[in-house]
């Protein structure tokens, strides 16, 4: 598909990894991103008419058309839902847009666990933003991408992913206090510290808008009012989660569990970042993969077996990165034990009978910017 040969606007967001701080997000914890090297691009003319017309590269034939006028929760399906929901936003927020047409295009997988819904969404929202002639603060510009994924397409996910995609900067990560909104740049030199952060993409794809994700977040909020705290944030020691003991608080206590013990992670992988001790976030990372697993129960088979045998090929520590239900794992590893911690987990997968898996570096980037 061809963009516009002279667009008005256009932008890059990028996906992101999370380090460490998987579903504290929306209970308004701390999380740690970065963003990668892939990214979205959407490229943007405008019309004359009150129309929206989006095209993608990786979507052929699917692209679609809608009148500004007529945009509600619900009512565009698939992929055109998260621009549709950001014009949608923007609209809401009372910045009039003209019609436009859009082309996206992008290197980033869908469904890998990378943000790549928030990274369309970003991307989308700098491009409209230029076209309605909307001077827009990048954290301004998150928040509009966030409420269309919200309140437009229906998952009720975080703020971190549209933060990460607008506000890292290349060689940090990103430390957000999500209830706050308060940020800071936590160094994170992989290199001079003679190690590789590996994305595994173990092959499987997750919906979030499915009712999982949704379910998840449901149940925090019992064990939270069951605790008659406002949020899981306002726990901060396990200790306090004991009057959830007993068979019939089972699932809210574990998900609880989780919440507390990966916020903590988040604080101890941010002072050993700051302290230049790389390579003892390992143990970190793994500790919370084991969290995810068995408390809040959002890993998969691959990324099980791809977190295993990675420690066991010399990576320093891994765990899933992303919502879950499917995507990717993220692996600590000494730059020397790369070519083993991926010739072992295609080892691995191919014994399985899993598709093989796709191996990355990331590398901590720049958010998104106008190109």
């Not at 256009?10 to 579903?23: D, F, K, Q, T």
């Not at 399906?77 to 992008?106: F, T």
């Not at 699932?251 to 988040?266: F, I, L, Q, S």
């Not at 090929?313 to 899933?320: F, H, N, Q, S, V």
């Amino acid at each position: 598909m061809a963009e516009p040969a002279v667009p008005d606007s256009s932008w890059r967001a990028p996906g992101r990894v999370n380090l460490i701080g998987e579903h504290t997000d929306y209970n308004n914890g701390f999380v740690l991103p970065f963003a990668i090297g892939s990214s979205v691009r959407a490229a943007g003319t405008r019309r004359a008419d009150r129309r929206l017309e989006v095209r993608s590269r990786q979507e052929p034939g699917r692209g679609a058309a809608f009148v500004l006028d007529d945009l509600a929760p619900g009512a565009v399906p698939g992929w055109a839902a998260y621009p549709a929901g950001v014009a949608w936003a923007l609209e809401r927020a009372g910045h009039r847009l003209p019609g436009a047409s859009l082309a996206i295009d992008s290197d980033l997988p869908s469904g890998a666990g990378l943000a790549s819904s928030a990274a369309l969404e970003c991307a989308v929202a700098g491009c409209l933003a230029d076209l309605a002639g909307a001077e827009l603060p990048r954290r301004e510009l998150a928040r509009l991408a966030r409420r269309a994924e919200n309140d437009f397409v229906g998952v009720p996910c975080g703020i971190m992913d549209q933060y990460a995609a607008m506000l890292c900067r290349a060689g940090h990560a990103l430390l957000l206090d999500c209830r706050s909104e308060e940020t800071a740049d936590v160094p994170l030199d992989l290199e001079g510290a003679g190690l590789r952060l590996v994305v595994i993409d173990t092959g499987a794809r997750h919906d979030l808008a499915g009712g999982e994700y949704a379910a998840r977040r449901e149940e925090c909020e019992r064990a939270a009012a069951m605790l008659g705290v406002t949020s899981l944030r306002e726990v901060s020691d396990v200790a306090a989660l004991k009057s959830l003991a007993g068979p019939e608080h089972g699932v809210v206590a574990r998900r609880a569990r989780h919440v507390v013990t990966e916020t903590a992670r988040v604080i101890s992988a941010v002072e050993l970042l700051r302290e230049g001790r790389l390579a003892e976030l390992g143990p970190l990372l793994t500790a919370s993969h084991r969290s995810l697993r068995d408390d809040f129960e959002v890993s998969w088979a691959q990324a099980d077996l791809a977190v295993a045998t990675a420690i066991s090929a010399g990576a320093l520590g891994a765990r899933m990165t992303g919502g879950g239900f499917g995507g990717c794992v993220l692996a600590l590893v000494p730059a020397v034990s790369t070519a083993a911690v991926d010739e072992a987990v295609r080892r691995a997968f191919a014994q399985a009978s899993y598709g093989e898996p796709a191996f990355m570096d990331a590398v901590p980037a720049n958010g998104a910017d106008r190109l």
